[in-house]
């Protein structure tokens, strides 16, 4: 049973950066599509970031502010994805989700996901 835990969201201003980590039980980041979605008060859950074997993409909000990354270790004990967040803007407000595509080699990461982390709140002031 895959299990994906998000860390390190908070209250910060804008202009700053933020770093969210996702850690990863259960299977192997190398064989997955990784990405993360963000939901705002009141509004759908979008697609932010995802790496794949294509490579990584992102939003076109986010594009040239967020870079996702991952950290793979040979004897599965740290299998961690991140998001690094910078130029902050208050529009950037969201509860921020890891996902998972059970295929590295996707034709269209994230389209499908099937596990989900449970979130972690970021907040923008002005």
């Known amino acids: 049973q895959m299990q994906l835990v998000e860390s390190g969201g908070g209250l910060v201003q804008a202009g700053d950066s933020l770093r969210l980590s996702c850690a990863a039980s259960?299977?192997?980041?190398?064989?997955?599509?990784m990405g993360w979605f963000r939901q705002a008060p009141g509004k759908e859950r979008e697609f932010v970031a995802a790496d794949s074997w294509g490579g990584t993409f992102y939003s076109d909000s986010v594009r040239g502010r967020f870079t996702i990354s991952r950290d793979n270790t040979k004897d599965n004990a740290k299998n961690m994805v991140y998001l690094q967040m910078n130029s902050l803007k208050p529009e950037d407000t969201a509860v921020y989700y890891c996902?998972?595509?059970?295929?590295?080699?996707?034709?269209?990461?994230?389209?499908?996901?099937?596990?989900w982390g449970k979130g972690t709140l970021v907040t923008v002031s002005s």
């Open positions: 996902a998972a595509e059970g295929t590295y080699y996707s034709d269209s990461p994230l389209n499908t996901v099937d596990y």
């Open positions: 259960g299977r192997t980041l190398s064989t997955l599509s």
